[in-house]
């Protein structure tokens, strides 16, 4: 079983549609929850973390941690065609004095304008 | 500017031969990652370095070997011995290893390595 799973899609909606991306976990010792996005052929960049369990809120972006079922979630409301790209969940902690920080294989979204 | 810079962003090498693929930061981080990326499976840790004169091997270290002389560079060669060698190869970068500074890594732009 892979530390961290996430669907790889194509998800495909119509631009104004609400988008839920989601990951779960294996590892209890996670603390940090990130999003990255990915436009082809680039590098990732940061688009939001969450420290611990919660909710966090950027502009049309939330992302929601829910640790007893080692599940988080990106929402992107309103979605434009510029957020088409591929949203890769990251996660860090320490295990036994090892620290890691593990990607998902990333989720490519299109969106239809 | 402050970033990441990865050089060439393509590379195409012939089978056998030994390739080196840049990373330069001039964002003051003390942590520096290497990860190959392929479809289907996400991005996968190469080698990391926390600071200068040392580095960890990843999950794929195996026919890669790097270096970390200076802070700002931490180049990766992909030797003969790598058996699948084309990719995509991102380096990153991150302020503090191990602290609760590191939720980001801020990346590069990338390298498209062909082997033929």
């Known amino acids: 079983q892979k530390e961290v799973e996430q669907d790889p899609g194509p998800l495909s909606v119509p631009e104004g549609a609400i988008v839920s991306l989601n990951c779960t976990y294996s590892n209890s010792a996670f603390q940090y929850f990130m999003w990255y996005r990915q436009y082809s052929r680039k590098g990732p960049e940061l688009l939001m973390y969450t420290y611990s369990s919660g909710n966090k809120e950027d502009g049309r972006f939330t992302a929601q941690v829910d640790k007893s079922s080692k599940y988080i979630s990106l929402f992107i409301r309103d979605s434009q065609p510029s957020d088409s790209a591929t949203y890769l969940c990251a996660m860090s902690g320490a295990t036994s004095g090892t620290y890691k920080y593990i990607f998902g294989t990333g989720t490519r979204l299109k969106v239809l304008a | 500017d402050g970033g990441i810079t990865q050089s060439p962003k393509y590379l195409f090498r012939k089978e056998g031969q030994n390739v080196t693929l840049s990373c330069e930061q001039n964002?003051?981080?003390?942590?520096m990652y290497w990860y190959r990326q392929d479809p289907g499976q996400g991005l996968r840790l190469i080698y990391y370095s926390q600071i200068v004169n040392d580095f960890q091997k990843g999950d794929i270290a195996e026919g890669y070997s790097v270096s970390r002389e200076k802070k700002e560079s931490f180049p990766l060669t992909v030797t003969s011995a790598q058996k699948n060698p084309t990719a995509f190869y991102l380096c990153?970068?991150?302020?503090?290893?191990?602290?609760?500074?590191?939720?980001?890594?801020?990346f590069g732009p990338g390298t498209r390595l062909t082997v033929t």
């Open positions: 990153a970068s991150s302020p503090a290893p191990g602290t609760a500074l590191t939720y980001e890594q801020y």
């Open positions: 964002l003051n981080h003390d942590a």
